[in-house]
């Protein structure tokens, strides 16, 4: 089956840092979700994208969608400790029916 | 009041025992899903539901089914349950117009 590459697996940052994580694939998607995930809750949806070269951002947080559309970046500004948890990539290849193909996650430490 | 709810939140069993867990949404989405996660890895999805009629299989369907009771309902079962599902089981749900989806909060499930 289809396989995303998630990394960094997980990042210790001091608070105000920026962070940068992405997911690649051999394979092509036409949609890259980026989820939040806190303990003992589900994911939540932070940025949607749907076209190659696409650059959206949410607050702090910005994300862009590959230009050979088998590839996805994350970025969080000025990092805060809220920030603290695990970052999911998501791609989806059909036409939106399918389920998601999820990245292993990235997991965010922030050190006071 | 949550979109998405999932029930029981947390469910210990044994071996060889049925268990159900369950979805309901109020957010009015055709689409929705069961996904299972495991630790240091991502969500792989299980099953998914178009509509009423409509249920197919994901990546890893084995030892597991489901029910689509009514639009917004969506059950999973394990006829049997083995250790080896031990896991978080999380529902989510979509929309036909965009590819976002949206979950539960998730179930904690032990076999022992």
């Known amino acids: 089956g289809q396989q995303l590459n998630q990394s960094p697996q997980s990042m210790f940052i001091q608070e105000g840092e920026d962070v940068s994580m992405n997911c690649t694939s051999s394979?092509?998607?036409?949609?890259w979700l980026w989820y939040k995930q806190d303990p003992g809750e589900g994911p939540v949806l932070l940025i949607a994208?749907?076209?190659?070269?696409e650059l959206t951002s949410n607050g702090r947080l910005t994300a862009q969608f590959g230009i050979t559309r088998k590839d996805s970046f994350l970025n969080i500004s000025a990092s805060i400790p809220s920030d603290v948890g695990i970052y999911f990539c998501?791609?989806?290849?059909?036409?939106?029916?399918?389920?998601?193909?999820f990245g292993k996650g990235t997991h965010l430490i922030i050190q006071p | 009041d949550a979109d998405v709810t999932q029930t029981p939140r947390n469910r210990i069993t044994k071996t060889g025992k049925r268990i159900m867990l369950e979805c309901s949404q109020t957010?009015?989405?055709?689409?929705m899903y069961w996904y299972r996660q495991d630790p240091g890895l991502g969500l792989r999805l299980i099953y998914y539901?178009?509509?009423?009629?409509?249920?197919n299989k994901g990546e890893i369907s084995d030892g597991y089914s489901v029910s689509r009771q009514a639009q917004a309902k969506f059950s999973l079962s394990l006829e049997s349950a083995i250790p080896n599902q031990t896991a978080l089981y999380f529902c989510?749900?979509?929309?036909?117009?965009?590819?976002?989806?949206?979950f539960g909060p998730g179930t904690r499930l032990t076999v022992l």
């Open positions: 394979s092509i998607f036409n949609t």
């Open positions: 989510a749900t979509g929309r036909g117009d965009n590819n976002e989806q949206f």
């Open positions: 539901s178009f509509d009423v009629k409509d249920i």
């Open positions: 957010k009015g989405h055709d689409r």
């Open positions: 994208l749907y076209k190659a070269g």
């Open positions: 998501a791609g989806l290849s059909g036409g939106g029916a399918d389920g998601l193909t």
